[in-house]
């Protein structure tokens, strides 16, 4: 089956921890990007990855960190530096600007 | 700053009524333009995408597109219950590889 996972599916943090949120996809999607929902709210852009190796601030970077290794790869990392990481994050890839979404990650700190 | 405007809603429309979707865009350099179905609590699903002026049918789902008006609609025949959803209007600029989102308007088929 091809698409795009995420893990975990409910995460919880304690205040000053770091976590690493996953997201694979075996699409062969060369773009991928992090978007944070609040409720009420549209998607933010976190991080976009066009290429392996390479990635890019989207509109809310401050206190988040990627990496992108491999292809399939594409992790989030929220550090204590952000300051309201209660949300949904939704992970996606993209094969000629249609962008198709992963289940997403609902983060909660406790 | 590039903005996609879309009203938060509730539509509510009785079952088997059209249900009528819009969203307007600021940049008029815009090139793609899609439709996200969200259910509560899980994850946008992509239902129509389109690209230049005119009309896109698929099944119950028709796609407008107007760039003169930079407006982008999305026709829902036979409306049922299941499409009750928030629906994501989402425009791709020119130059970008990212999209931009509205923040969506909340279906509500009633039976």
């Known amino acids: 089956d091809g698409g795009i996972t995420q893990s975990p599916k409910y995460l919880f943090r304690k205040e000053g921890q770091n976590v690493t949120l996953s997201c694979e996809q075996n699409?062969?999607?060369?773009?991928m990007y992090w978007y944070r929902q609040d409720p009420g709210q549209g998607l933010r852009l976190i991080y976009y990855?066009?290429?392996?190796?390479?990635?890019q601030k989207g509109d809310i970077a401050e206190g988040y960190s990627v990496s992108r290794e491999k292809k399939e790869s594409f992790p989030l990392t929220v550090t204590s530096a952000q300051k309201n990481p209660t949300a949904f994050y939704l992970c996606?890839?993209?094969?000629?600007?249609?962008?198709?979404f992963g289940p997403g990650t609902r983060l909660t700190v406790l | 700053q590039k903005e996609v405007e879309q009203n938060s809603g509730p539509l509510s429309v009785p079952e088997g009524a059209i249900a009528s979707l819009n969203c307007t865009y600021s940049?008029?350099?815009?090139?793609?333009f899609f439709w996200y179905r969200q259910y509560s609590g899980k994850s946008p699903e992509l239902i129509m995408s389109?690209?230049?002026?005119g009309d896109k049918e698929d099944g119950r789902f028709t796609a407008q597109l107007n760039k003169a008006s930079q407006y982008v609609s999305l026709l829902i025949r036979d409306s049922q219950p299941s499409d009750s959803a928030t629906y994501l209007c989402?425009?791709?600029?020119?130059?970008?590889?990212?999209?931009?989102f509205g923040t969506g308007t909340r279906l509500l088929v009633s039976p």
């Open positions: 996606a890839s993209s094969y000629r600007n249609e962008q198709f």
């Open positions: 699409l062969n999607h060369d773009a």
């Open positions: 990855s066009q290429i392996v190796n390479d990635f």
């Open positions: 940049d008029r350099g815009s090139q793609s």
């Open positions: 389109i690209y230049s002026n």
């Open positions: 989402a425009v791709s600029f020119v130059g970008f590889q990212k999209l931009v």
